[in-house]
């Protein structure tokens, strides 16, 4: 019925509301992969702001998605409007957003399994939320670190995701675009080593080869090394 309606510019009928309302709390008798495969409906349409707000209203929302039914009414309003305003291509940025007023990736992870959807897209769904912070903050950043945000797959939907909340005109987004317009080579330049090249220089494969490499590849970004052998001898000293 939320679907139905949304989708079509439908008004539920009164009486049919009471009948949902009253029977809310057995909506999870019905199996978690219908459950899902409505809810992933009602998010990729682009009506999707409505369905989310009949949810609400029909009493449904709090039983399917308790971690969002109790948010204050500004930041439910706030929802609403970005949830209208994003265009999205999957099932991760609505997702996200509706689960932004929790303020916890971790959540969109005990959400997206309840509901059966797949790995990609609630491991997308929480690296959106895990990263808005650092888009909407860009200009404090330390550039290593924007940098892997920004060559991430899903950094257009996480921009679009900020500029639905702060606007397209926010300076810290406007810098992000400015450094997503930059060559690939610049943006995001081939590694000076790898995990090879510490072998073939005599280190012994461990878990001290991932910080290794991070450490070499801020350095690289950074400007301070640029060269292959500057980047073997910043690994010596940093094994010193």
């Not at 809310?24 to 409505?50: F, K, P, W, Y």
């Not at 689960?99 to 990609?120: F, S, Y």
């Not at 912070?133 to 900020?162: F, N």
Request: proline share 7%.
């Amino acid at each position: 019925a939320v679907r139905f309606t949304a989708t079509f510019d439908f008004q539920i009928e009164p009486s049919t509301l009471q009948a949902i309302q009253n029977s809310a709390q057995g909506i999870t008798q019905v199996s978690a992969e219908r459950i899902g495969m409505e809810m992933r409906r009602m998010l990729v349409d682009r009506n999707r702001a409505r369905a989310v707000e009949l949810l609400r209203q029909t009493e449904l929302l709090k039983p399917l998605l308790p971690e969002v039914a109790g948010v204050d009414d500004l930041a439910w309003q706030q929802t609403l409007q970005v949830l209208a305003q994003i265009k999205p291509s999957d099932l991760s940025l609505p997702l996200a957003v509706l689960l932004h007023p929790t303020r916890d990736r971790l959540t969109a992870q005990n959400v997206g399994r309840r509901m059966r959807w797949t790995n990609k897209e609630i491991t997308r769904a929480e690296w959106l939320l895990e990263k808005i912070p650092d888009v909407q903050t860009s200009q404090t950043l330390p550039w290593p670190r924007l940098q892997r945000v920004l060559i991430h797959e899903g950094a257009g939907d996480l921009i679009a995701m900020a500029e639905a909340y702060t606007g397209e005109l926010n300076p810290n987004l406007v810098s992000c675009r400015k450094h997503l317009a930059m060559p690939p080579e610049v943006l995001n330049p081939t590694p000076l080593v790898n995990g090879a090249d510490l072998i073939a220089h005599g280190l012994t494969p461990g878990p001290k080869f991932a910080p290794l490499l991070e450490q070499v590849r801020d350095a690289q970004l950074e400007g301070t090394i640029t060269t292959r052998q500057e980047a073997l001898d910043l690994v010596d000293r940093l094994q010193g």
